[in-house]
C-alpha cells in the first residue's frame, strides 16, 4: 500500500516531503523514484503524464492534486473507472476570490491602463468607474463561483450568477441551464468565468456568447484556456462589443511568445496564478483520504464522472 | 450679492451651468467673465491665482470647491480671517476608499507587475499576499480615513489608524500624536497616507519615517504631494527597505517627464485621480452654504484656520 505522486513540474519532492512530515508511517514515492508498481495503491496526480496512469495493477484512487480534474479525462488511457477525488481547500476559493476582485478593481480604477501610462510617461486622468454601477455577473456557481459571489455581495456589487442548476445565495440572482442564459448574460457588465471544463463548457466563451453582453462588458476567465475562443474574444474586443478582459488562464500554459493577447492593449494578463494549493492545507485533506481508502471508508470529495467535476 | 468661480482647469463653466442649473435665482460669475467685483460676497475656488482673492471688498466667504484647502493657505495674499468652507462628499470618501483598495490588492497580487511582464512577454508566477495577512495603517483618519478604515475592516484587512486626537472606530486600533507614531509606523505593513496638508504633516513622508516601518513594508500617497519627500522614497525603495510605493499626487501635477518616479519599476503612479468631486453632490451643498451666508446663519464644513482643515 502505497503512494505515487506524479506531476511533470518540479514539484515531486515538495509533495512528498510534505505527507512525509505530517505521517511519516505511510509508503509515499515520487514518481521518478523505485518502488513495485503493484504497491501502489493511490496516484496523488496533477497534470501528469498521458499513459501514465495504467501502469499500477492495484489502483484504487486517483487523487488530483488541485480542485481541478479536466487533465484526467482529457487523458483518455486514464482508469476513470476508479474513484477520483479532487481538493476541495477553502483557502483556494477566498485566494480566487481575492484575485478577481483584484482583476474587478484593477478595472473599474484603470490601475492597468495608467501603468501603461506610466510606461509611456503619459499622465491622462480616465473617468474611474463605481463598485455599486456594477453589475458582475458569475459563470459557474460551485465552490469557487459562490465564495466569489459572496464577498463581491460583501464588496457592495451587484452580483448574479448563472449554473447548471438553481442555488440559493444570500441577495445574488440565480440563473439556472440554457434556457436563462440569455437573460443572464443580457444584464452582466462584468462577466468572470469560474466554470468546470467539461465537453458542455468548453467553448463557451465564444462570439455567440459574447454578443449577448452589453456593449462594453468586461470579460474575466480565471477556470480554464478551454473555455475561451481567444480569436472570438479579439475579434470583440476590436470591434469594441467588449471594453476589455483579464486572463489567468491560457490553451498552452506558457501562453506561446507569438501569441496576440501579450500585445493586445485590452488584455490584460496573469500567469494562472490566481490561486495555488497550498501543500498545508491540502496535506491533511489527501491523508485523511488515504486512510480511508485503506479502511474502505467513503472518500471525501469524489468528482462525478458524469459531470466531469 | 454674487459667486465668483475661480479656477485655473477649464471648468469654470460647467460650475456655473451646475449651480444654475439647480437655481436659475441666484447671481454667478466665471473669474474671466464681466462683473462688478462690489458684487460679490462667495468665492468658490479651487487652486486659484495666487493674488485673485484680493479684488474683492465685500467678500464674506472662501468657499473650497473641493475636499482641500491647502492651496487657499498656500496664498499668502488670501483673505483667510473670512469664513473658509470646504467639501463634504461622501462620493468623494467612497470614491477615495474604492481607490486605495484598488491599489492596495494590485500590490497583494502583483497587478501592475504581470501588466509589465505582459508588456516584456516575460510569462513570471509571484507568489501573491493575502487580504488576512496584511495590517493597513492609515496616516489621518480624518473622513477620508475613517471611511477606507470602515472599508478595509469590511474587506477582512487588519487596520490602525494614526491622527493627531485618538478615534473610536470599530476593529480599528487608534493611535494619537507624535508620542505612539513610531508605535504605529513599527506594525504597519502597508501604509495609507490620507492626512491633510498642514506645516505639521509637510514633508510627513520621509526616511526617518519610512525606516521606522518593518521591512519589505509598502506605502500609499493618495493625500497630496507636498507630504512625501520623494528622494527619501527612492532612497527606500533602492535599499530595498520599502518594496513599492503607489502614488496619486505629486508635488508638481502633471509631474515634469524628467522626474524618476516615472521610470523607476517599485513606483505604481496614478494621475492625481482617486477621487473627483461629482457636481451633482457638491452643488447642493455649496447652494445650501450661499443661502445660508445671505441668512446670515452659521455655515457648513467650516474650515479651522488653526489646524489648517
Not at 9 to 18: C, F, R, S
Not at 21 to 40: G, L, R, T
Not at 96 to 119: G, P
Request: include cysteine.
Amino acid at each position: 500500500m502505497a503512494i505515487v505522486i506524479i506531476r511533470q513540474d518540479n514539484k515531486t519532492q515538495e509533495w512528498k516531503n510534505a505527507l512525509l512530515a505530517v505521517d511519516s508511517s505511510i509508503e509515499v514515492y515520487a514518481y521518478e523514484e523505485d518502488y513495485d508498481s503493484n504497491d501502489i495503491d493511490m496516484a496523488l496526480i496533477w497534470k501528469h503524464p498521458e499513459g501514465s496512469l495504467t501502469q499500477f495493477p492495484n489502483l484504487k484512487c486517483i487523487a488530483s492534486n488541485g480542485a481541478g480534474v479536466d487533465f484526467i479525462f482529457e487523458d483518455k488511457t486514464a482508469p476513470i473507472h476508479l474513484p477520483i477525488t479532487r481538493i476541495v481547500d477553502s483557502y483556494l476559493a477566498a485566494d480566487m476570490s481575492e484575485h478577481v476582485l483584484a482583476l474587478i478593481l484593477a478595472y473599474l480604477k484603470n490601475i492597468e491602463h495608467y501603468k501603461v501610462d506610466q510606461f509611456k510617461k503619459i499622465w491622462k486622468p480616465i473617468q474611474y468607474k463605481r463598485i455599486a454601477d456594477f453589475n458582475i455577473g458569475i459563470l459557474g456557481l460551485g465552490t469557487l463561483g459562490q465564495a466569489l459571489a459572496n464577498d463581491l455581495v460583501k464588496f457592495g456589487f451587484k452580483v448574479q450568477g448563472w449554473s447548471n442548476s438553481r442555488k440559493k445565495i444570500d441577495n445574488v440572482e440565480s440563473f439556472e441551464g440554457q434556457a436563462e442564459l440569455s437573460k443572464f448574460l443580457s444584464t452582466t457588465e462584468v462577466l468572470v468565468c469560474l466554470l468546470p471544463l467539461t465537453d458542455e463548457t468548453y467553448g463557451i466563451l465564444n462570439k455567440k456568447l459574447f454578443k449577448q453582453l452589453p456593449k462594453g462588458a468586461y470579460v474575466i476567465n480565471v477556470a480554464r484556456g478551454g473555455h475561451l475562443v481567444d480569436n472570438d474574444l479579439i475579434e470583440m474586443l476590436d470591434n469594441e462589443h467588449l471594453s476589455g478582459a483579464s486572463l489567468d488562464v491560457y490553451h498552452k500554459e506558457p501562453l506561446v511568445k507569438h501569441h496576440p493577447f501579450w500585445e493586445h492593449s485590452k488584455v490584460h494578463m496573469t500567469p494562472h496564478y490566481a490561486s495555488v494549493s497550498d501543500t498545508k492545507f491540502v496535506v491533511p485533506q489527501i491523508l485523511e483520504n488515504y486512510r480511508r481508502l485503506q479502511k474502505n471508508e467513503p472518500l471525501l470529495n469524489l468528482v462525478s464522472k458524469s459531470k466531469g467535476y
